[in-house]
């Protein structure tokens, strides 16, 4: 049973704080300690822990809280819920004596004009051997004295909810020893606000702290509802500190104290697409709050403490609690995987159904990874290689590491490669990649072991074998898996189809386990290797300079595929018949319309497109399945193409490859002088040219299996339509479309008649939610990181009022013109010649417009990626990798982009 008390002596001023937790609660008996210590902290009062005896007694609750107790079977969940509910209303319908009200009033009037916070401060609350973070309430920004009471009366409820009572008899704490004692303080209208811990809470490190952080508020952080920034700060002697990471969370929402006028309280904004981006912290003011963090552990005796703070908007730290950071085992350590977008964005960049993800993905998990690691002799690497997030994919980055510590030396690893990581030195930074040693033995026997057990992947082979597999295998696959479709068409059945589409990705194997070196090993490999020596042997300017020009003028299926796309616009344009049909109807009617017409130009031009459609109608403007390829009906992406291309004159198409091959063999002429010229010139140009012929070789190689790539997902998309259709005629789904929202094993279990219909309506159900779900995330752009729940992007340098923008160099040139903003392949007939495309990503679907436009910008992708290859092709300036522009800039706006630094401005 509870003590009787006398009843005086119920308020204190927080200035007033002594170390006696009993009287005020451990929360601010903590903030005494820091006012006597010169810490800044909001002022305010105390509602001691005697006037919650005081309010008990006075209402006869004593004895009516302990027999409640009594009551409770602590087995069953329902038996605590009801016992809460119950001393929880007693509090709630009863009052205050007028005593305590009273001595609260005077205490008040001083804070009368401003909004207050009311924090609980319970006696158990923040001890070293037991956290009650969070268990306890808090209430922001209240205007009046009825405020102030009513929400000091739910503070004493919050110490009797239900999760309060099971954690306090699981951890074996008496009910009746726990009192709380209420914090009324002067709200911090903050500018940013959020929590320091000074231990790595994430990896249990004793020499790094962390903040969160986010604009507003401290309350979107501590409500979960926010995904905020980190700072990780390295502890260095005699106090000092560095910053050594930075992860600029996708925020999303902030809170705000609403005006006092409209009764305050507070407000969840949803934050601009700009302060989203933005850091809510600078780096001094990281710094300076990473001081006070060490200092105020210092006040507790050297033990690590969890920290709330807001910082004014006249930029003043303000402490609004201090905690001991609950001590955890190490055996309690999880290591959550850090997912990164940024190698997606070179290789994977579209939006992905959940049956994509598992076409593509098993590939790439169980050939390219798990397989591949076993040839190489890799151990202990991790076989969660992807994650579908937001219908987007993401790269286990710990995989990724491992990959660069294998087999990219430390003088390779450029910004390209990098670009995977986030910015700084902690665990997975850029820093710390950089460095991570490199294991020249393993990578030799790594090389041995190939040419024993898959001598195939040697550089010498694989492009050649490669084009021999696709030659006499591959091609004669696709016929024939043509004529078999056709043939089920009139006679198969759902599992005729779906042992089809298994074979199909039998075949795809051998396509894998070609790639799964041609890329990743040769590709990156040749190319980082070629730019490292024209670093050594010349510069690092004439390496910006020389290296993209080096590696263009290549023929292969990309270029093979624009050619013909230009050869048919300039049958048009010699049509002016068939020029006014495609000019003036819409892209989707104009091939019926061609059907009907008469005209021997407009036969021909049909004859030419169908020869076009029968070798290039496999592409598309992205990888996803979902999506039409250009053969398909009514072959809109085809006809938008075109119109883009006859509403503008576009350069010749022979005229730009001549003048790229010309500067290409003039660049290649200047760097074998330059390097000749040197000591031991001879052998190093051998070198050279023997990595240079490799770098193209393997940038042809990539070009044209991703034509492969195209052939595979088309065949998928049409096979799996098919049996979308036979789920629609059962009844499943009302659109054959929505078979790519399916995974491979309920289709499979489907066609084995495996489910009941309970368990058949469920999948239908879920399916909606997925579909639903990819189209709520369709184009747009997710967080780069993701770590467990957290999803956060490198720190953007720029915002919307900026003028200098800095990305990749990836095709050479300057150029000043107006910008255009296409985020959807729809719109591609809206480019003008002589405009900047600026776009989220690129696919070879969207390329063939590269002619008539004056250069290129995209959000993802580095220099390898598809468009700035093409863009090098047409000798056009391009930068990568410009984060947020399509939200940044606006159609219309005049901007000079510089291709050889990777500088884009904006003129006006």
């Not at 107790?69 to 509090?91: C, F, P, R, T, V």
């Not at 219908?391 to 995989?399: G, K, P, S």
């Not at 990959?403 to 995977?420: A, G, Q, S, T, W």
């Not at 020869?611 to 996803?624: A, H």
């Amino acid at each position: 049973m509870y003590p009787m008390i006398e009843k005086d002596s119920l308020i204190v001023e927080l200035t007033e704080v002594n170390h006696d937790s009993k009287e005020v609660g451990s929360k601010a008996a903590n903030l005494g300690i820091l006012i006597q210590n010169k810490i800044s902290v909001p002022n305010g009062f105390v509602v001691k822990t005697r006037a919650y005896d005081f309010f008990l007694d006075s209402n006869n609750l004593l004895e009516h809280i302990q027999k409640t107790l009594e009551s409770i079977d602590y087995n069953d969940y329902e038996s605590i819920k009801s016992s809460a509910n119950i001393i929880h209303n007693s509090i709630e319908k009863n009052q205050f004596p007028r005593k305590l009200i009273d001595e609260i009033k005077i205490n008040y009037e001083k804070f009368s004009s401003y909004g207050v916070a009311v924090r609980s401060s319970a006696t158990a609350e923040d001890l070293l051997k037991a956290s009650f973070a969070g268990q306890y309430d808090t209430y922001l920004n209240l205007k009046d004295l009825e405020q102030v009471l009513q929400h000091i009366k739910q503070c004493y409820a919050s110490l009797w909810t239900s999760r309060a009572i099971i954690y306090r008899y699981k951890n074996k704490i008496p009910h009746n020893k726990v009192k709380i004692a209420v914090i009324i303080q002067k709200m911090v209208p903050s500018k940013s606000a959020g929590v320091l811990f000074t231990i790595n809470p994430l990896t249990f490190n004793n020499n790094e702290l962390l903040i969160e952080s986010n604009f507003g508020l401290g309350e979107s952080i501590v409500s979960g509802k926010s995904s905020p920034d980190q700072f990780f700060i390295q502890k260095l002697k005699r106090g000092s500190v560095s910053i050594l990471n930075k992860q600029i969370g996708r925020k999303k929402l902030a809170v705000y104290p609403k005006p006092l006028e409209i009764n305050g309280g507070i407000d969840y904004v949803k934050l601009s697409d700009d302060l989203n981006q933005q850091s809510s912290l600078s780096d001094s003011d990281i710094i300076k709050l990473a001081k006070m963090g060490l200092q105020i552990e210092r006040i507790f005796k050297n033990v690590p403490q969890d920290i709330e703070w807001a910082l004014s908007q006249d930029n003043k730290i303000n402490i609004l609690q201090t905690r001991p950071i609950t001590v955890i085992k190490a055996d309690d350590k999880t290591t959550e995987i850090l997912w990164s977008r940024g190698y997606s964005d070179d290789y994977w960049n579209d939006n992905v159904t959940p049956l994509y993800f598992e076409l593509l993905g098993d590939q790439l998990v169980k050939v390219v990874n798990v397989e591949l690691n076993s040839i190489m002799g890799y151990k202990q690497m991790d076989i969660q290689l992807l994650k579908l997030y937001n219908a987007h994919v993401y790269f286990n980055l710990n995989v990724l590491k491992r990959k660069v510590e294998y087999e990219i030396p430390k003088f390779l690893r450029n910004e390209d490669v990098l670009n995977y990581f986030p910015e700084g030195s902690g665990s997975y930074g850029k820093k710390t990649t950089k460095d991570l040693p490199f294991h020249l033995i393993r990578r030799i026997v790594a090389e041995l072991r190939i040419k024993i057990h898959d001598p195939d992947g040697a550089m010498s082979k694989t492009a050649d074998t490669y084009e021999k597999w696709t030659q006499e295998t591959f091609d004669v696959y696709c016929k024939k898996f043509d004529i078999q479709q056709k043939k089920l068409i009139k006679t198969g059945g759902l599992l005729d189809f779906i042992n089809l589409a298994e074979d199909l990705d039998k075949t795809m194997i051998a396509h894998f386990r070609l790639v799964r070196y041609g890329i990743p090993v040769h590709n990156i490999g040749m190319n980082l290797l070629i730019q490292y020596l024209l670093n050594r042997f010349l510069s690092r300017e004439e390496c910006q300079q020389f290296y993209p020009i080096l590696v263009s003028g290549l023929k292969h299926k990309l270029t093979e595929t624009n050619d013909q796309i230009h050869y048919l616009a300039s049958l048009i344009n010699n049509s002016p018949e068939l020029k006014s049909i495609l000019i003036n109807q819409e892209s989707r009617s104009i091939y019926n319309i061609l059907l009907t017409e008469s005209n021997p130009s407009i036969k021909n031009f049909l004859s030419e497109f169908e020869k076009f459609l029968e070798k290039y109608g496999d592409r598309g403007f992205t990888r996803e399945t979902y999506y039409p390829r250009w053969r398909q009906p009514p072959m809109k992406n085809v006809f938008d193409i075109l119109k883009s291309l006859v509403l503008d004159h576009w350069q010749g198409l022979e005229k730009i490859k001549n003048k790229s091959l010309q500067k290409r063999q003039q660049i290649e002429q200047i760097v074998e002088k330059k390097i000749r010229s040197q000591r031991f010139g001879f052998l190093k140009w051998k070198l050279f040219f023997t990595i240079l012929k490799n770098s193209r070789k393997y940038i042809i190689f990539r070009e044209n299996q991703r034509f492969n790539l195209d052939r595979w997902i088309t065949r998928n998309r049409n096979v799996y339509l098919e049996i979308g259709k036979i789920f629609m005629k059962r009844g499943i789904i009302e659109d054959a479309n929505k078979i790519f929202f399916f995974f491979k094993h309920e289709i499979k279990n489907l066609g084995l008649g495996k489910y009941n219909n309970q368990e058949i309506q469920k999948i239908s159900s879920e399916v909606k939610k997925r579909y639903d779900h990819f189209k709520n995330h369709e184009n747009i752009i997710p967080p780069k990181f993701l770590l467990g729940s957290r999803e956060f992007n490198d720190v953007l340098k720029y915002n919307k009022k900026s003028k200098i923008f800095h990305g990749i160099p990836a095709s050479q040139g300057i150029i000043t013109g107006p910008i255009r903003i296409l985020q959807d392949i729809d719109f591609i007939s809206t480019v003008r010649k002589g405009e900047i495309l600026v776009v989220p990503r690129t696919d070879p679907g969207w390329t063939p417009v590269f002619s008539k436009i004056g250069g290129l910008i995209t959000e993802t992708g580095g220099i390898l990626s598809h468009g700035a290859v093409v863009s090098r092709e047409y000798g056009i300036p391009a930068v990568t990798n410009i984060i947020n522009a399509c939200k940044i800039f606006k159609t219309g706006q005049i901007f000079k982009i510089n291709g050889f630094n990777g500088t884009i401005v904006l003129q006006k």
